[in-house]
């Protein structure tokens, strides 16, 4: 069946120091990606995505690209900050009948940047 | 201000006592979803709607009750709650012409005791 697979966090950085979360994906057809972000105590909020092979998705400083041969969309950043402090969650959107489009979730990770 | 907004944000309660967690969103839009989220298995959907009076299971509906009679509000009824059902609640909205984004409500965390 369709899913998405992420890397487990914790993931602990430095401020300033390169992020990067793996994703993967299989699907039939070929859905959207996106990434949410959660921060504490409040709910999920759309970071970026992607919606056909090789597209860039960016905000904020970070990117992750949809690549259809290895069905992944790895996120990363190049110099975090303490408050990019949250879980991260990479989803891919499905089509139904009737035009709505049902999310998966991968089991989010974690990511705690230090001073 | 474009939001989802979910009452009450902390709940707790007993085994088998009835509630309801409302939820709203002033956007118009036609799709509303509730998940829930627990440790190392992301969000699961319980429920989803594609419009007034239209709704159905999502994967993990199993205790789970949903109505929706206005376009604005759709509430997650739980007749007889368990502690299996302590989790984190999210309600969801998106659009027909939304692009396929999901705009979250703050969430809802019950337990059940």
């Known amino acids: 069946g369709d899913s998405v697979t992420q890397m487990e966090g914790p993931v602990t950085l430095s401020e300033e120091a390169f992020l990067t979360i793996n994703c993967t994906y299989t699907a039939t057809g070929y859905p959207s990606l996106f990434w949410y972000v959660q921060y504490p105590g409040e709910g999920l909020q759309l970071l970026l995505k992607?919606?056909?092979?090789?597209d860039k998705g960016s905000n904020k400083g970070f990117e992750a690209t949809y690549r259809k041969e290895t069905t992944s969309f790895h996120l990363e950043k190049g110099s975090v900050q303490v408050s990019d402090s949250a879980v991260y969650f990479c989803?891919?959107?499905?089509?139904?009948?009737?035009?709505?489009?049902?999310?998966?979730f991968g089991a989010g990770t974690r990511l705690a940047v230090h001073p | 201000e474009a939001q989802v907004t979910q009452n009450p944000r902390y709940l707790i309660t007993v085994t088998g006592k009835k509630l309801t967690v409302t939820c709203s969103q002033n956007?118009?839009?036609?799709?509303m979803s509730w998940y829930r989220q627990d440790p190392g298995l992301g969000l699961r959907q319980i429920y989803y709607s594609m419009n007034v009076e239209v709704t159905d299971k999502g994967d993990v509906p199993e205790g789970y009750k949903v109505s929706r009679k206005e376009k604005r509000n759709f509430p997650l009824i739980l007749e007889s709650p368990s502690p299996n059902q302590t989790s984190l609640y999210f309600c969801a909205s998106s659009s027909v012409s939304g692009g396929n984004i999901q705009y979250f409500g703050a969430g809802t965390r019950l337990s059940v005791l």
């Open positions: 956007m118009n839009h036609e799709y």
């Open positions: 992607a919606t056909k092979a090789d």
């Open positions: 989803a891919l959107s499905l089509r139904f009948s009737g035009g709505y489009n049902k999310l998966i």
